[in-house]
């Protein structure tokens, strides 16, 4: 069964930059896909970012290309967000998935972070 805890969620101010944690654990899979989502009230949940670990290949949303980086340490099962130039339509609870067979079936999920930016 695999668990993933996220840390690392706040309060900034726009323009600001918070890193976001997942710690992963329970699986004996060297390469899954792992993925960042965030959700507000009456809104889809959206796929911000996703990692394949096997290879450290990455994929954006386009709403945060080139402010929102993903990467991985193998060594500590562990996945960050690293997001700058927050803006405030980034307030959103953030949730780390894993797909161990990476079909997009995202079966685990994290109990999520809060992120709040104000303008």
């Known amino acids: 069964q695999v668990q993933l805890v996220e840390s690392g969620g706040g309060s900034v101010q726009a323009g600001g930059s918070l890193r976001l944690s997942c710690a992963a654990s329970?699986?004996?899979?060297?390469?899954?896909?792992m993925a960042w989502f965030r959700q507000t009230p009456g809104k889809e949940r959206e796929r911000v970012a996703d990692?394949?670990?096997?290879?450290?290949?990455?994929a954006y949303a386009d709403s945060v290309k080139g402010r929102f980086t993903i990467s991985q340490h193998n060594t500590k099962n562990t996945v960050y967000l690293q997001m700058n130039s927050l803006k405030p339509e980034d307030t959103a609870m953030y949730y780390c998935a894993a797909d161990i067979r990476c079909t997009a079936a995202w079966n685990y999920w994290g109990q999520g972070t809060q992120v709040t930016v104000s303008s």
């Open positions: 329970g699986y004996t899979y060297s390469r899954i896909c």
């Open positions: 990692i394949y670990t096997g290879t450290g290949s990455t």
